[in-house]
């Protein structure tokens, strides 16, 4: 075999693992972009070091056991991404104000895509998709590193004790103690959105929930919005750290400090493992309308209980690959006009 060949082989055998490695990154570091490049960074040290690899486990083990070092290094500053409610009070919209705060607190959004891959059992698709819903992801951020890669390792890619001491260089006794640390840690607290049901394909009732939304939304039918929004729904708007609590407060802020939002145009998108929308406002210097936001929504007895908007539209839209602005023309053709 050519040293061409070889190093072809080898790259598409390292290929094959790269969405589930950047979906136990992500999980790990809770931002998309430090994701990826602990992926990267992992490929890199495994085509660096293939030679040295022994064989003593598979492929696939070694890279878990590097990405792993990988992610720990990254998480040895304790840093922690959050979302606005876990570091302020919600604001009643008398008192609303945007705060902007830098891009490393904040827990990031990911596409579907980039981290979820493809299997056949149904059942462990849905284990996959709950592990990056924004709630579970909130609730990673609170547990030590460590703790964290053995909770992802035992309870979402479901590796036996055994296999998780050997990739941690440690004991079974240590990893049952570990996960049994994490686990009490994460039923002290329940997240805000923890309860979400979102089927997979999505049922019929929570597709027509969402066609409502989008009719509303566009339509900046307030009535109509507050009629699928649940009492204590929930609205964020990274990097703002202001959230708002209950419909009434959240509609009343898109009518006046979102006022701008109006005559908006919605597309779907696949997020975190739940439904959400590219959302474009009207471009008032050029036409068309220009990316605003990529919402993510959280759904609860047939009602919204979560409405997640990330506003550094300049990094989100790329991510999930749509454009930064859409032609009038274009929009008209799509609606059917």
């Not at 149904?122 to 590193?145: C, D, G, N, W, Y």
């Not at 990330?310 to 609606?335: K, S, Y």
Request: net charge negative.
């Amino acid at each position: 075999m050519s040293d061409g060949t070889a190093t072809t082989d080898l790259d598409a055998s390292l290929e094959r693992y790269r969405v589930e490695l950047t979906g136990y990154c992500y999980r790990m570091l809770g931002s998309s972009f430090e994701a990826e490049d602990a992926v990267q960074d992992t490929m890199v040290r495994a085509w660096r070091g293939h030679d040295r690899f022994e064989g003593r486990s598979s492929l696939r083990s070694w890279l878990y056991r590097i990405a792993t070092n990988v992610c720990l290094d990254m998480l040895s500053a304790g840093n922690r991404r959050a979302r606005p409610m876990d570091l302020t009070d919600s604001a009643p919209l008398a008192r609303a104000a945007l705060s902007p705060r830098p891009d490393h607190v904040w827990l990031e959004p990911m596409p579907d895509a980039r981290v979820l891959p493809a299997v056949q059992d149904p059942a462990e698709a849905a284990i996959a998709k709950e592990s990056v819903r924004l709630a579970f992801m909130a609730a990673l951020q609170r547990l030590p590193a460590k703790q964290r890669a053995v909770l992802i390792l035992r309870e979402v890619l479901a590796w036996r004790a055994s296999e998780v001491a050997e990739l941690l260089d440690t004991s079974v006794a240590s990893v049952n103690s570990a996960l049994q640390r994490a686990r009490a840690t994460l039923a002290e607290r329940k997240e805000h959105g923890a309860d979400a049901a979102v089927s997979d394909p999505l049922d019929e009732e929570q597709q027509k929930l969402l066609e409502r939304y989008v009719a509303a939304f566009e339509g900046y039918d307030m009535a109509a919005l507050t009629a699928l929004l649940h009492e204590d729904a929930i609205m964020t708007m990274p990097p703002f750290d202001l959230w708002l609590t209950g419909h009434a407060d959240i509609t009343g802020f898109m009518t006046t400090l979102g006022a701008a939002c109006a005559d908006s145009r919605l597309r779907p998108v696949r997020v975190n493992g739940l439904p959400g929308f590219a959302h474009y406002k009207p471009d008032e210097e050029t036409g068309g309308f220009v990316a605003w936001a990529v919402q993510v929504l959280e759904i609860s007895d047939g009602r919204i209980t979560g409405f997640h908007c990330f506003l550094d539209t300049r990094r989100w839209f790329p991510l999930v690959g749509l454009p930064l602005h859409l032609e009038a023309e274009a929009d008209e053709v799509q609606q059917g006009g």
